[in-house]
């Protein structure tokens, strides 16, 4: 598989919305997102445990490759005749120990890459699989104004972190991890196969870290849903906070109404 990893992807697909479903988690990591933060998570954590797995063959690299991947990781300061004796010295360990290099770029990819993950929709199923069957909730983002929330983020201060659709795909691959280009690497974060295509995902990706709390502009959240079957005292702590970090937006609950499910708004 190839494709080119486009920047602009949520503005072209003019959807208007998107969807985070949460639990009332016993931590209390839940009010983050309440207070206007998002949880970059590390892949290690993700639900789909192939997620983030594309294979890295090294056996693919050449042996004049792995070297030039050396040298690009060694400080400039370092003189050449220096460089070249850590690379030939660094090179031979690889051979004698390639697993070992192999644990230490996967554990490297583990703390760069962090992950918030979206869907289009606001639907029954994802109510039930990431929200905890209702008794959770879920946060509408306005997308546009998440997308330019993100790309003010790049431009303004250079946080490499952007948002882009998942591609849904049953096709095996594996990366070359000594000629991959940008666009190869992104399958190793934004493939999924056709099993989870009913999330229809858009995700958040930072680049440099994991497991860390991104703020976002309040201007992101349009509305809140508290599923059908939320804990009373948790919505209304809820509503308390949402008064303070989210003064005007709407707060609707689920209802099921003729074996429909329908959001009534909270005055």
Known sequence: MSFELDFDGLEKSEIKSLYKFKTFDEKGFYKDILNNFIYLASRKILNDPEDCRVPLEYELCTDEEIKDRMYKYLSERISGTIRNIIVENQFLLRRKNPDYYKNALEKSIDKSLGIFSLTGNLSEEMWGKYSDYHRGFCIEYDA?????ELNYKFEKTGIKIFIFNVIYSDEIFVINPCRDTLDQKALMFLVKT????????????????????EP????????????????????????????????????????????TLTYEQIN
């Open 216 to 259: 976002l502009n309040k201007n992101c959240v349009k509305n809140v849903y508290f599923g059908k079957d939320a804990d009373l005292e948790k919505i209304k702590s809820s509503i308390e906070m949402l008064k303070i970090s989210n003064p005007g937006i709407g707060i609707f609950i689920g209802k099921l109404k003729n074996n």
């Open 194 to 213: 056709s099993k989870w295509s009913y999330e229809n995902e858009w995700r958040i990706v930072h680049f440099e870290g994991s497991n860390k709390k």
């Open 144 to 148: 546009k104004i998440l997308g330019d």
